[in-house]
């Protein structure tokens, strides 16, 4: 079976600066992939890439099969009909309603009524665990757990196949953080999403990825969790074998 999402020979630059250097990835159906890496590695400008906001400088990224980077506007709208993105900052537009947000890819590309558009939107709402009355409230009027899940919802509003997540705990308290990771995990099974999902968080890590991708020295270094940890790279080792992480590597994946 062909990867979902496919990275080959990935070239970014800003004037003199090469963010990318030949860098490659593939994400398998219905796995979590988790993206890594220091600041300044590149992690958003290859989410962007990957999204079709920027042209590498060289390089393909196939989603589905089909090379984004050759493809112009209206063929690039039908590929991005097929994923959700779920936003760092959770970008819900301020003067619209959760319902109104959730709404908003659902008005772009499908055809239907506005009786159907609120029952579809709602039960978006519903399916992320916000309550009923979620759904007339304004950002403004949410916590920042709620906003993620809102977020969520109008990322999952086309039925999407592939969800992009970035930095989707940051920000959380650890409890909220962990309630969302179940969340993603429950969600992933039930709807067979795959992820690919940025973050820094190395407790959401451990509880959802099943693979990792370390952006380190301008590529990447890809393999299951149990076997990155023990890359002799030493950012990789530093990172997940620091203090922070040696009392999480003790404990079981998963826990």
């Known amino acids: 079976m062909d990867p979902v999402v496919q990275v080959r020979g990935l070239v970014n630059r800003f004037g003199a600066q090469v963010v990318h250097d030949g860098l490659d990835m593939e994400v398998n159906g219905d796995e979590v992939f988790g993206i890594v890496g220091g600041s300044g590695a590149g992690k958003s400008v290859l989410l962007r890439s990957i999204l079709g906001l920027r042209r590498p400088q060289a390089g393909t990224v196939r989603i589905f099969g089909h090379d984004i980077t050759r493809m112009n506007e209206a063929q690039l709208r039908e590929v991005k009909a097929r994923y959700g993105v779920g936003f760092q900052s959770g970008a819900l537009y301020s003067g619209l309603t959760v319902l109104q947000n959730v709404q908003l890819p659902m008005i772009e590309h499908l055809q239907l009524n506005t009786s159907a558009l609120d029952d579809l939107a709602m039960l978006k709402i519903r399916l992320v665990g916000l309550p009923a009355d979620a759904g007339a409230k304004f950002p403004a009027q949410l916590s920042g757990g709620m906003i993620k899940r809102a977020a969520l919802a109008r990322a999952l509003a086309l039925d999407p196949s592939l969800l992009f997540l970035d930095e989707p705990t940051s920000g959380l308290d650890p409890i909220s953080a962990a309630a969302f990771d179940e969340l993603v995990l429950y969600l992933q099974k039930q709807l067979k999403l795959t992820i690919i999902m940025i973050t820094h ?55």
């Open 201 to 255: 968080d190395l407790d959401s890590i451990f509880r959802t990825c099943n693979r990792v991708g370390v952006i380190v020295d301008r590529r990447m270094i890809s393999d299951t969790l149990n076997k990155i940890v023990d890359d002799p790279n030493p950012w990789i080792q530093e990172y997940f074998h620091g203090e922070r992480a040696r009392a999480r590597l003790e404990a079981p994946h998963g826990a």
